[in-house]
């Protein structure tokens, strides 16, 4: 893999050459420099693949959201779908780049774990509601014969530690005073003890059954996790009467799912 140094904002300048402007110069971008325009366009509603998307169908419908037949067709390379509402068009993407697509205003709204804002932290992002769905948490886990490791900070000042959050990571640490090292992985995480890549790992644990079937105990929660309704803040200012009608109707969705189960507890 060829890699080149990236200055954010800036061009890139190979060794001692300024380039002209007709050439190719690599730019990244922060969210901060990116425009949510206000347009007549369709509001983009973005998705996270996967559990998250099934646990929210529901909601979205409630919601009045349904997106056109090819949304459920796994046979389809569509990416960008029309709703039933002309003013509304989904997005379903990986559930990291769900923020991502937010933030830069790719998309004005979408639904995404808490987990993955927590590792962002992108201030561009506003998250209003708590949607209750996709629980699970993010916990550190270990080979059973290493049990407490990490509650020690008198054992160690230094470990290794395979996960794909590596901001969360080293923040909660930093935190006991260790240095956490980052082998930065993006599945089969519970591998990577059992092979001495790493000494424990950071992973989003569910029921834990995996952890359990490959010799590893989970022996610390850093947080508990749900999916969120985030939004754009741009868009959030220069369309509020649109963004803001979004946001009323997965409050309204929330609210006539929960009537029921209160109804029942009287």
Do not use: W
């Given at each position: 893999?060829?890699?080149?140094?990236?200055?954010?904002?800036?061009?890139?300048?190979?060794?001692?050459?300024?380039?002209?402007?007709?050439?190719?110069?690599?730019?990244?971008?922060?969210?901060?420099q990116?425009?949510?325009?206000?347009?007549?366009?369709?509001?983009?509603?973005?998705?996270?693949?996967?559990?998250?998307?099934?646990?929210?169908?529901p909601?979205?419908?409630?919601?009045?959201?349904?997106?056109?037949?090819?949304?459920?067709?796994?046979?389809?390379?569509?990416?960008?779908?029309?709703?039933n509402?002309?003013?509304?068009?989904?997005?379903?993407?990986?559930?990291?780049?769900?923020?991502?697509?937010?933030?830069?205003?790719g998309?004005?709204?979408?639904?995404?774990?808490?987990?993955?804002?927590?590792?962002?932290?992108?201030?561009?992002?506003?998250?209003?509601?708590?949607?209750?769905?996709?629980?699970?948490?993010?916990?550190i886990?270990?080979?059973k014969?290493?049990?407490?490791?990490?509650?020690?900070?008198?054992?160690?000042?230094?470990?290794?530690?395979?996960?794909?959050?590596?901001?969360?990571?080293?923040?909660?640490?930093?935190?006991?005073?260790?240095?956490?090292?980052?082998?930065?992985?993006?599945?089969?995480?519970?591998?990577?003890?059992?092979?001495?890549?790493?000494?424990?790992?950071v992973?989003?644990?569910?029921?834990?059954?995996?952890?359990?079937?490959?010799?590893?105990?989970?022996?610390?929660?850093?947080?508990?996790?749900?999916?969120?309704?985030?939004?754009?803040?741009?868009?959030?200012?220069?369309?509020?009467?649109?963004?803001?009608?979004?946001?009323?109707?997965?409050?309204?969705?929330?609210?006539?799912?929960?009537?029921?189960?209160?109804?029942?507890?009287?």
């Amino acid at each position: 893999m060829v890699c080149a140094h990236v200055t954010r904002g800036t061009p890139y300048h190979a060794g001692q050459l300024q380039p002209s402007m007709s050439e190719n110069a690599l730019t990244v971008l922060s969210p901060a420099q990116t425009a949510v325009p206000e347009t007549d366009s369709p509001l983009i509603l973005a998705l996270p693949k996967g559990r998250i998307l099934k646990a929210a169908a529901p909601l979205l419908h409630r919601a009045g959201i349904v997106p056109g037949p090819d949304f459920n067709d796994e046979k389809s390379r569509l990416l960008r779908f029309e709703t039933n509402d002309p003013n509304i068009d989904v997005v379903r993407v990986r559930s990291f780049d769900v923020a991502t697509f937010v933030a830069f205003g790719g998309a004005q709204i979408g639904i995404c774990g808490a987990d993955v804002l927590m590792e962002f932290d992108y201030p561009e992002i506003y998250a209003p509601l708590d949607l209750g769905i996709g629980g699970c948490r993010i916990s550190i886990a270990q080979p059973k014969d290493r049990s407490g490791l990490e509650d020690n900070p008198n054992r160690l000042s230094q470990v290794r530690v395979a996960t794909k959050y590596p901001s969360i990571t080293r923040r909660h640490f930093a935190a006991r005073g260790i240095n956490a090292s980052i082998v930065h992985l993006h599945g089969a995480m519970e591998l990577a003890p059992v092979l001495d890549l790493s000494h424990l790992i950071v992973d989003l644990v569910d029921t834990g059954s995996t952890l359990r079937a490959n010799g590893l105990e989970e022996t610390h929660t850093i947080a508990h996790v749900t999916s969120r309704l985030i939004v754009n803040r741009t868009a959030l200012k220069t369309q509020p009467e649109r963004i803001s009608a979004i946001i009323n109707r997965f409050r309204t969705a929330l609210a006539s799912n929960s009537a029921p189960a209160k109804d029942q507890q009287a």
